[in-house]
């Protein structure tokens, strides 16, 4: 089956640096991948979709300038936290669609957990 | 290790049959379970959690611990009941995800 990676899994950081998490699709090529937000004793919630070659579509409620996304290669997206403060200590998973015929499949990555000391 | 697996990838049932969709994980502690829905080319959303116990859309899963699973269903399949659905497991704090690959149900008329 498809594989989606994400590095790195865990990352501690200062408050006011940014940090950058990658996702990749290992043995197929992914137009459009997705980055959701967990958080704790919650619902994943949908920040951004990546398209390659283009700019993310946002959700509600998603600063675009904090979180940066480049979707840059059909196998690669990266989001980079901003300036990154407590309060966007998270745990972030992507995900990858793989087009069906008939409709698209999603493949996750395992997550990363952000620490923002 | 961690793993949620869904032996069907695809499942098509007649309109008003019962459906379920199977899930079994392997997990050392006890998680939490969510399904997922994801409907044609939409976000993908919670469709229900364990700890909650609700139904949502008339569907219902019940945690079964001796045989790690926990199995999706509903009565009376509908049309628009259509889509992936996903099997996921999360540790007690909500984080650590581990979805399952999915299953596709398609509703027949």
């Known amino acids: 089956g498809a594989v989606v990676s994400q590095h790195p899994s865990w990352v501690i950081c200062k408050s006011g640096t940014s940090v950058k998490i990658e996702c990749r699709s290992l043995?197929?090529?992914?137009?459009?991948m997705f980055w959701y937000r967990q958080f704790p004793k919650q619902s994943l919630m949908l920040m951004a979709t990546?398209?390659?070659?283009?700019?993310?579509?946002?959700e509600q409620g998603v600063e675009k300038d904090k979180f940066l996304i480049n979707h840059a290669s059909l196998t690669l997206s990266t989001l980079t936290v901003t300036s990154a403060h407590p309060e966007d200590s998270s745990f972030y998973i992507c995900?990858?669609?793989?087009?069906?015929?008939?409709?698209?499949?999603?493949?996750f990555g395992p997550g990363t957990r952000l620490t923002v000391l | 290790a961690q793993r949620v697996t869904q032996p069907e990838k695809l499942l098509s049932v007649f309109k008003g049959a019962p459906v379920e969709l199977k899930c079994n994980y392997s997990?050392?502690?006890?998680?939490?379970l969510f399904w997922y829905v994801q409907y044609s080319r939409q976000r993908l959303q919670l469709l229900l959690r364990?700890?909650s116990r609700e139904s949502i859309k008339g569907f219902t899963a019940d945690l079964n611990k001796g045989e790690t699973s926990f199995h999706l269903k509903k009565p009376f399949a509908q049309e628009e009941d259509s889509a992936m659905y996903y099997c996921?497991?999360?540790?007690?704090?909500?984080?650590?995800?581990?979805f399952g690959p999915g299953t596709r149900l398609s509703v027949l008329p």
């Open positions: 995900s990858a669609d793989l087009p069906r015929a008939a409709y698209n499949e999603q493949f």
């Open positions: 043995d197929f090529q992914a137009t459009t």
């Open positions: 990546s398209n390659e070659g283009s700019k993310a579509t946002y």
């Open positions: 997990y050392s502690g006890s998680p939490e």
């Open positions: 364990h700890i």
């Open positions: 996921a497991l999360s540790d007690t704090m909500g984080q650590n995800f581990v």
